[in-house]
């Protein structure tokens, strides 16, 4: 069974960090490119950042450049979303997906492109 897991979300102060992992089972994230989503209440999800496959290329939404970093340990079948500075704005249930039809070296942040989804973890920004 192909199935995503996502962990490391919680609260945190303005200005803290987290690291959410992405952790796959039934499938290699490796020949996969990964996608982070999130969507707040009452908003659309939207896409945060992706990882090509085997890591060559990243992208990531204008309002968290220089603040998240994602990152990929293939030998832990895992991707992590390093979230940094954050914001109370970046509250929200935090999701990863796969991409299987993805060429090598790129990676789109758009929902309809990923085929596998896992259940969401929810970051909360407050003070």
């Known amino acids: 069974q192909l199935q995503l897991v996502e962990s490391g979300g919680g609260l945190v102060q303005p200005g803290g960090s987290l690291r959410l992992s992405c952790a796959a089972s039934?499938?290699?994230?490796?020949?996969?490119?990964i996608g982070w989503f999130r969507q707040a209440p009452g908003k659309e999800r939207e896409g945060v950042a992706c990882?090509?496959?085997?890591?060559?290329?990243?992208k990531y939404k204008e309002s968290v450049k220089g603040r998240f970093i994602i990152s990929r340990d293939p030998t832990k079948n895992t991707v992590y979303l390093q979230l940094g500075n954050l914001k109370p704005e970046d509250s929200a249930v935090y999701y990863c997906?796969?991409?299987?039809?993805?060429?090598?070296?790129?990676?789109?942040?758009?929902?309809?492109?990923?085929?596998?989804w896992g259940q969401g973890t929810q970051v909360t920004v407050s003070s």
């Open positions: 997906a796969a991409d299987q039809t993805a060429l090598q070296g790129a990676c789109v942040i758009l929902e309809t492109h990923f085929d596998y």
């Open positions: 990882i090509s496959r085997r890591g060559g290329s990243t």
């Open positions: 039934g499938f290699s994230l490796d020949y996969h490119a």
